[in-house]
């Protein structure tokens, strides 16, 4: 009894169980799932996370539905990928869909969204809004006036503008609208995405130009790098001054510029002093570590996907619609999409990023904006901005220049070493004994100078007797030169030409760069090409004379072919015998040659051709040579007294190859040789391989580097400020190719020295007042030598033609005449053969005779000396009447036309 009651009871608790979970799947049965889709790149699973969040947040609030996030992951930018899974997951039924970060994977999924007419939310800031789209990101239109709402507000009277790529174009574009042409001056800089994360040689660029005041506006994740070469170029001090673009500033780590004195303002969407964000927050880290200290983790991303999330739900409370599958592959669009986004557009709610409004176009509007201020103690917020009123301070931005009772220089004293290095330090030349600083001049010493006067500090110059700079050795990781003395605080400051190197430049401070500067080739100046014997011949190429005797040759076979062929070229030779037997033709091979070369020459040659067909050869042939001739004659001036220059580099791609045997070399030790000792560039990585296997061409100074230059078939690598004082003063060297690079001259001084911020400011104020190029322009041009190799002004008459540029034509005619004369020699012995043969006469007679006659200089006549009247004689004699071709007129003939002549006449 006892077993069946026990039975009983349990069959009964399990048919209550199974009865309330029957009822609970009704109930979730009855509920609509609603998809929501989200395309998330894979290195961004944070923004996943918030969406998940957001999604369970909103889902206890809704009626009859509950919403379902269904998330892809693609690679950052794979267009191909994101239309890929998308279109996959459209399939699920999606009411709406998150895009991308970023932008070449957004449009592509705006576009398929815009095609099926699917709610697309986007938290980038776009210039182009598609019709189903919902903007929650600041349009770069309001960005650029929130921009110059600050510059404004900082009376900022001329900035830079540095912008990463062309996808922030726009925000640049709209801010330099803004300005007329009597708004402040704007200089606009790029820097590279495809450079490998180093932006130094575009940073280098921006300090040695003078500027101080920047806006940047680029992506947060380049701005860390760039911050911090920015640093390592010395843009970071407090004569420099920053507006930085991103909303999402306050997420990065900025305390290695708390303390650097430069004024870095920022913006920001999100306030870490919401408590909706800092709830936010909490929940989404304490998940992972409960003890997580969270200040402002979210990024601008996070906040608006989570914000999207709300307006969705706000938006499905209201509208009533049922979820369709869509295909990519067909025509079928959703019908509520267009729906949905109208009413998101109407709706305001209260997110993570503040007030949340439309316009029509689905572009937000009416948020409120951090201005915000890095300080000592890290990013403070130091007034708002707002679409109604603009910008507004609650306090004054911070000054450049902090504690400057702490870094004022008057009354103190500096120990600076310095090197012998022309111009920049040298002792002078003077008879009597010179002792402490008046033993000094140079370029260098006057700065010093310069600066003492300005600051207020006195100074003791010391020389490095060495000579040596500063490297660092690689094996034993010390350094040598000034910059160990400096860093041994046996000297405050170091002045020579000292060029700041990243090496160095973690080793000591330098100030802002005083001179401008980059690796060039000192060679000798090309030498005056002595003319060639036949430069007549340079106006056109050997390929052009060429074709030109080939085109005489053509015209002149064309002419004979063309004559034989032509019934006009037949012509009787006696106009008075009415039936003649026989015609002639004027164009023999021969007198078809002498056209050509007498038309090439632009002279007569008496043949005149009759038929249409050698008259159109004959004019084409004229019409070739006119052209031909005169472009000759237009030429020919230009190269007879053009002088060419012959050099055998003209660049460092033909020093690297060591075109004509050029060899090279660098200061050991300095820094030109340490660039191409840390180069990446194959040219240089070569030119580098060289001058270590070759030590015999390096040198200890540069002005032995100077002498080989000079003195041998060699190549010196140095600063290109240096190769400028030299070649001012040393006529017979110059400057080859272009700069190797960029880099800088700065005054050395100890790491984290109080003083370089004020040492910097004086320096860009002696630029600015034009000092420092009177100081060059003393110490380059005027001062020991310089200005000895100014070229003098050309003359205006042109340069007259000596042997050497028309030896060669004189060289032709002397051949001619010589081959003429050989000619007409062999013609004339031939010709007395020929009638000694025939008149069985000894050749050495006949030959005496005819010397005698020749010598006798006198006389245009002569008789015939062996007359032939027979008709087979006369074929014979080389005195016989005959024609050059095969059509000829006998004597016999000629005898019958005389007599019939004499006959008329009776």
Same mark, same amino acid.
């Given at each position: 009894?006892? !077993? %069946?009651?026990?039975? =009983?009871?349990?069959?009964?608790?399990?048919?209550?169980?199974?009865?309330?979970?029957?009822?609970?799947?009704?109930?979730?049965?009855? /509920?609509?799932?609603?998809?929501?889709?989200?395309?998330?790149?894979?290195?961004?699973?944070?923004?996943?996370?918030?969406?998940?969040?957001?999604?369970?947040?909103?889902?206890? &609030?809704?009626?009859?539905?509950?919403?379902?996030?269904?998330?892809?992951?693609?690679?950052?930018?794979?267009?191909?990928?994101?239309?890929? #899974?998308?279109?996959?997951?459209?399939?699920?039924?999606?009411?709406?869909?998150?895009?991308?970060?970023?932008?070449?994977?957004?449009?592509?999924?705006?576009?398929?969204?815009? @095609?099926?007419?699917?709610?697309?939310?986007?938290?980038?800031?776009?210039?182009?809004?598609?019709?189903?789209?919902?903007?929650?990101?600041?349009?770069?239109?309001?960005?650029?006036?929130?921009?110059?709402?600050?510059?404004?507000?900082?009376?900022?009277?001329?900035?830079?503008?540095?912008?990463?790529?062309?996808?922030?174009?726009?925000?640049?574009?709209?801010?330099?609208?803004?300005?007329?042409?009597?708004?402040?001056?704007?200089?606009?800089?790029?820097?590279?995405?495809?450079?490998?994360? &180093?932006?130094?040689?575009?940073? !280098?660029?921006? !300090?040695?130009?003078?500027?101080?005041?920047?806006?940047?506006?680029?992506?947060?994740?380049?701005?860390?790098?760039?911050?911090?070469?920015?640093?390592?170029?010395?843009?970071?001090?407090?004569?420099?001054?920053?507006?930085?673009?991103?909303?999402?500033?306050?997420?990065?780590?900025? $305390?290695?510029?708390?303390?650097?004195?430069?004024?870095?303002?920022?913006?920001?969407?999100?306030?870490? $002093?919401?408590?909706?964000?800092? $709830?936010?927050?909490?929940?989404?880290?304490?998940?992972?570590?409960?003890?997580?200290?969270?200040?402002?983790?979210?990024?601008?991303?996070?906040?608006?996907?989570? &914000?999207?999330?709300?307006?969705?739900?706000?938006?499905?409370?209201?509208?009533?619609?049922?979820?369709?599958?869509?295909?990519?592959?067909?025509?079928?669009?959703?019908?509520?999409?267009?729906?949905?986004?109208?009413?998101?557009?109407?709706?305001?709610?209260?997110?993570?990023?503040?007030?949340?409004?439309?316009?029509?176009?689905?572009? %937000?509007?009416?948020?409120?904006?951090?201005?915000?201020?890095?300080?000592?103690?890290?990013?403070?917020?130091?007034?708002?901005?707002?679409?109604?009123?603009?910008?507004?301070?609650?306090?004054?931005?911070?000054?450049?220049?902090?504690?400057?009772?702490?870094?004022?220089?008057?009354?103190?004293?500096?120990?600076?070493?310095?090197?012998?290095?022309?111009?920049?330090?040298?002792?002078? &030349?003077?008879? /009597? =004994?010179?002792?402490?600083?008046?033993?000094?001049?140079?370029?260098?010493? $006057?700065?010093?100078?310069?600066?003492?006067?300005?600051?207020?500090?006195?100074?003791?110059?010391?020389?490095?007797?060495?000579?040596?700079?500063?490297?660092?050795?690689?094996?034993?990781?010390?350094?040598?030169?000034?910059?160990?003395?400096?860093?041994?605080?046996?000297?405050?400051?170091?002045?020579?030409?000292?060029?700041?190197?990243?090496?160095?430049?973690?080793?000591?401070?330098?100030?802002?760069?005083?001179?401008?500067?980059?690796?060039?080739?000192?060679?000798?100046?090309?030498?005056?090409?002595?003319?060639?014997?036949?430069?007549?011949?340079?106006?056109?190429?050997?390929?052009?004379?060429?074709?030109?005797?080939?085109?005489?040759?053509?015209?002149?076979?064309?002419?004979?072919?063309?004559?034989?062929?032509?019934?006009?070229?037949?012509?009787?030779?006696?106009?008075?015998?009415?039936?003649?037997?026989?015609?002639?033709?004027?164009?023999?091979?021969?007198?078809?040659?002498?056209?050509?070369?007498?038309?090439?020459?632009?002279?007569?040659?008496?043949?005149?051709?009759?038929?249409?067909?050698?008259?159109?050869?004959?004019?084409?042939?004229?019409?070739?040579?006119?052209?031909?001739?005169?472009?000759?004659? /237009?030429?020919?001036? @230009?190269?007879?007294?053009?002088?060419?220059?012959?050099?055998?580099?003209?660049?460092?791609?033909?020093?690297?190859?060591?075109?004509?045997?050029?060899?090279?070399?660098?200061?050991?030790?300095?820094?030109?040789?340490?660039?191409?000792?840390?180069?990446?560039?194959?040219?240089?990585?070569?030119?580098?391989?060289?001058?270590?296997?070759?030590?015999?061409?390096?040198?200890?100074?540069?002005?032995?580097?100077?002498? %080989?230059?000079?003195?041998?078939?060699?190549?010196?690598?140095?600063?290109?400020?240096?190769?400028?004082?030299?070649?001012?003063?040393?006529?017979?060297?110059?400057?080859?190719?272009?700069?190797?690079?960029?880099?800088?001259?700065?005054?050395?001084?100890? #790491?984290?020295?109080?003083?370089?911020?004020?040492?910097?400011?004086?320096?860009?104020?002696?630029?600015?007042?034009?000092?420092?190029?009177?100081?060059?322009?003393?110490?380059?041009?005027?001062?020991?030598?310089?200005?000895?190799?100014?070229?003098? /002004?050309?003359?205006?008459? @042109?340069?007259?033609?000596?042997?050497?540029?028309?030896?060669?034509?004189?060289?032709?005619?002397?051949?001619?005449?010589?081959?003429?004369?050989?000619?007409?020699?062999?013609?004339?012995?031939?010709?007395?053969?020929?009638?000694?043969?025939?008149?069985?006469?000894?050749?050495?007679?006949?030959?005496?005779?005819?010397?005698?006659?020749?010598?006798?200089?006198?006389?245009?006549?002569?008789?015939?000396?062996?007359?032939?009247?027979?008709?087979?004689?006369?074929?014979?004699?080389?005195?016989?009447?005959?024609?050059?071709?095969?059509?000829?007129?006998?004597?016999?003939?000629?005898?019958?036309?005389?007599?019939?002549?004499?006959?008329?006449?009776?």
């Amino acid at each position: 009894m006892f !077993r %069946r009651l026990k039975c =009983k009871i349990n069959i009964e608790n399990k048919f209550l169980l199974f009865l309330s979970f029957s009822l609970f799947s009704i109930e979730i049965i009855n /509920a609509q799932k609603t998809n929501v889709g989200l395309i998330c790149e894979n290195d961004n699973a944070d923004v996943e996370r918030i969406f998940q969040l957001a999604i369970n947040n909103v889902n206890p &609030d809704m009626e009859d539905m509950y919403l379902n996030g269904v998330s892809i992951s693609i690679e950052p930018g794979n267009a191909f990928e994101t239309s890929k #899974k998308l279109c996959k997951m459209l399939r699920q039924n999606l009411v709406a869909v998150f895009g991308p970060t970023s932008s070449m994977a957004a449009k592509h999924a705006m576009s398929i969204c815009d @095609a099926k007419e699917l709610p697309f939310i986007d938290t980038r800031g776009d210039f182009v809004v598609e019709l189903p789209t919902i903007n929650l990101h600041p349009h770069p239109t309001q960005l650029a006036v929130i921009l110059k709402d600050l510059v404004t507000m900082l009376e900022w009277e001329a900035f830079t503008i540095i912008y990463e790529c062309g996808e922030y174009l726009p925000v640049v574009n709209d801010l330099l609208q803004m300005y007329g042409p009597a708004g402040p001056t704007i200089v606009v800089r790029r820097y590279e995405l495809d450079l490998n994360g &180093d932006y130094r040689n575009v940073l !280098r660029r921006i !300090r040695n130009s003078g500027e101080t005041s920047f806006i940047v506006v680029g992506s947060i994740e380049t701005l860390p790098e760039l911050l911090k070469q920015a640093q390592q170029v010395g843009l970071m001090t407090g004569a420099y001054r920053y507006i930085i673009s991103d909303l999402d500033l306050q997420t990065l780590d900025l $305390e290695p510029y708390q303390h650097s004195d430069a004024n870095i303002t920022g913006i920001r969407l999100i306030s870490p $002093e919401n408590e909706l964000v800092l $709830e936010v927050a909490k929940a989404l880290y304490e998940e992972e570590d409960p003890y997580v200290n969270v200040s402002c983790p979210l990024t601008v991303n996070m906040a608006l996907v989570y &914000d999207g999330v709300q307006l969705l739900a706000e938006t499905f409370k209201h509208i009533m619609f049922r979820p369709v599958s869509l295909n990519c592959n067909d025509d079928v669009t959703w019908d509520k999409g267009y729906t949905l986004v109208n009413y998101m557009k109407s709706l305001s709610i209260k997110g993570l990023s503040g007030d949340i409004k439309f316009d029509y176009e689905g572009l %937000r509007t009416d948020f409120l904006l951090d201005i915000i201020e890095l300080t000592v103690s890290g990013l403070q917020k130091i007034g708002s901005w707002s679409t109604d009123e603009g910008a507004s301070l609650d306090r004054p931005p911070a000054s450049i220049s902090s504690e400057p009772d702490q870094r004022s220089l008057v009354n103190k004293s500096f120990v600076v070493i310095t090197a012998i290095s022309e111009p920049y330090g040298m002792l002078k &030349d003077s008879p /009597a =004994k010179l002792e402490g600083n008046d033993q000094f001049e140079g370029f260098g010493i $006057e700065l010093i100078e310069e600066l003492g006067k300005k600051l207020g500090f006195s100074y003791t110059f010391r020389l490095q007797e060495d000579n040596k700079y500063g490297s660092l050795n690689p094996v034993t990781k010390e350094w040598n030169g000034m910059l160990l003395e400096i860093m041994e605080d046996r000297a405050d400051l170091g002045i020579t030409d000292l060029t700041m190197t990243s090496d160095r430049e973690s080793a000591v401070d330098f100030t802002i760069p005083f001179m401008n500067l980059g690796i060039a080739i000192l060679f000798r100046k090309p030498m005056k090409e002595p003319p060639k014997l036949f430069s007549f011949m340079s106006p056109f190429s050997g390929e052009v004379w060429l074709w030109l005797g080939i085109s005489c040759v053509s015209v002149s076979l064309s002419m004979f072919i063309l004559g034989r062929i032509s019934p006009a070229e037949w012509d009787n030779p006696y106009p008075c015998i009415e039936e003649p037997t026989e015609l002639e033709n004027q164009f023999s091979l021969t007198n078809c040659f002498w056209f050509s070369i007498g038309a090439l020459l632009q002279q007569g040659s008496e043949l005149a051709p009759k038929g249409f067909s050698t008259r159109s050869v004959a004019s084409f042939w004229s019409f070739f040579i006119l052209i031909m001739v005169s472009s000759y004659t /237009a030429n020919l001036a @230009a190269f007879l007294t053009v002088e060419s220059l012959s050099t055998p580099i003209e660049n460092v791609e033909d020093l690297a190859a060591n075109k004509g045997g050029v060899n090279y070399g660098a200061k050991l030790g300095g820094s030109t040789f340490n660039f191409f000792q840390g180069a990446k560039f194959p040219t240089y990585q070569k030119m580098y391989e060289f001058m270590d296997s070759h030590p015999e061409y390096m040198t200890s100074t540069n002005a032995e580097g100077v002498t %080989r230059v000079e003195n041998e078939n060699y190549a010196f690598l140095m600063e290109s400020t240096t190769i400028e004082y030299i070649t001012e003063r040393r006529c017979t060297l110059t400057q080859v190719g272009t700069l190797l690079d960029e880099k800088g001259y700065g005054i050395a001084m100890k #790491k984290n020295s109080p003083y370089r911020d004020v040492l910097s400011q004086a320096v860009l104020e002696l630029q600015e007042q034009g000092v420092l190029v009177k100081m060059k322009t003393k110490w380059w041009k005027e001062k020991r030598g310089g200005g000895a190799c100014t070229q003098k /002004a050309s003359s205006d008459s @042109a340069a007259e033609l000596g042997m050497a540029n028309v030896g060669g034509i004189y060289a032709v005619l002397l051949a001619g005449s010589i081959i003429a004369v050989f000619c007409g020699i062999v013609e004339w012995i031939c010709g007395l053969y020929s009638t000694a043969q025939a008149n069985k006469i000894p050749f050495k007679t006949e030959l005496m005779e005819e010397i005698r006659f020749v010598l006798k200089c006198s006389g245009n006549t002569r008789p015939v000396k062996y007359p032939k009247p027979s008709r087979s004689a006369s074929s014979r004699s080389k005195f016989s009447v005959s024609s050059k071709d095969s059509s000829s007129v006998t004597v016999d003939s000629l005898a019958t036309d005389d007599q019939q002549l004499q006959k008329r006449k009776k």
